[in-house]
């Protein structure tokens, strides 16, 4: 058999599992995950190699319809990815598809407008079906989607327990085009450590934190020294968050949230390097930050 190398493009809206799925193909974490709508800011690249293919993942900020802030970078963001790739694979959030069914047509047709007339190949992932009951409900679900994508296999998966992954794993990888691999065996990902340490920290904030965390909350490594102490460099990272207000949140009564967050980063991050690290966190006030496109640009978000 002729070997493959493709990129897939992995779209859908908010919530509907994209980063999990691709945490789960790779078997590493690539890319943060957290209940909090539009998680994923940047679009990260996950590699998964095996013995016939190389499947270069493309997971994209969650698709809405917000016009405030940094969302119409992030949408941009998600619809760049589409030239760039091979395959489009596409997400969409069982559970919450057959509990508002109107959802479908909302977040189903534009994704089907946008691919019209692209000979791009498509698969549709229906996410999060081991959280629909009865299951009967699913069976609509899939025949509207089969009728909205006609072009398409449909596929009903959970990407947390890994339930139909393997199956849309090969559905993807048997549409790439032939090719040899372009990245080593041992890569996963593209990203630089210092955005995964970063990342580190902000999916360790929006966890502590929850419906607390102001939303505007961005993070970015100051400092990387590896010189002074070889054998723990020091990190140090800045928080970012648009008002006054929101930085109590963050620290914390005491310091023991911004203590909290910095030692399980911590932890995610030694994992990430192979060895230890002191993580020095601190937390500015950058007054509404996610409309200055200057620094938004400086920050890497929505690229």
């Known amino acids: 058999m002729s070997h493959r190398f493709g990129h897939v493009a992995v779209l859908g809206p908010t919530n509907a599992g994209k980063s999990t799925f691709v945490n789960q193909v790779i078997g590493q974490k690539v890319s943060i995950v957290s209940p909090k709508p539009q998680t994923t800011r940047n679009r990260i690249t996950g590699i998964l190699t095996t013995e016939e293919a190389q499947v270069v993942f493309l997971d994209t900020p969650g698709l809405h319809r917000q016009s405030r802030g940094i969302s119409p970078l992030l949408l941009r963001s998600a619809w760049n990815a589409l030239p760039m790739a ?19 047509e909302a977040e189903a047709r534009p994704l089907a407008k946008a691919l019209g007339g692209n000979p791009m190949p498509v698969v549709v992932a229906i996410n999060k079906v081991d959280a629909v009951r009865p299951k009967e409900r699913l069976l609509p679900l899939l025949k509207e989607m089969a009728l909205i994508f006609p072009q398409a296999e449909v596929f009903p998966i959970s990407a947390l327990s890994g339930q139909g992954v393997d199956e849309v794993v090969a559905a993807v990888t048997g549409r790439l085009p032939e090719g040899p691999p372009q990245y080593g065996e041992d890569e996963i990902t593209t990203a630089p450590v210092r955005f995964m340490a970063a990342e580190a920290v902000r999916e360790k904030l929006f966890l502590a934190l929850g419906q607390e965390l102001p939303y505007g909350v961005a993070v970015e490594i100051e400092s990387w020294d590896e010189q002074t102490n070889p054998a723990m460099p020091h990190i140090s990272a800045v928080i970012y968050v648009p008002r006054t207000t929101h930085k109590g949140i963050v620290i914390g009564k005491g310091g023991e949230m911004l203590k909290k967050v910095g030692s ?19 937390v500015k006030v950058k007054p509404d930050w996610p409309g200055d496109k200057g620094f938004v640009r400086e920050l890497g978000l929505g690229e």
Do not use: Q
């Open 86 to 104: 091979d395959v489009a694979l596409l997400f969409f959030d069982a559970r919450a598809l057959a509990s508002k069914p109107n959802l479908l």
């Open 264 to 282: 399980e980063a911590r932890a995610e991050i030694e994992e990430l390097v192979g060895g230890r690290v002191h993580l020095e966190l601190w």
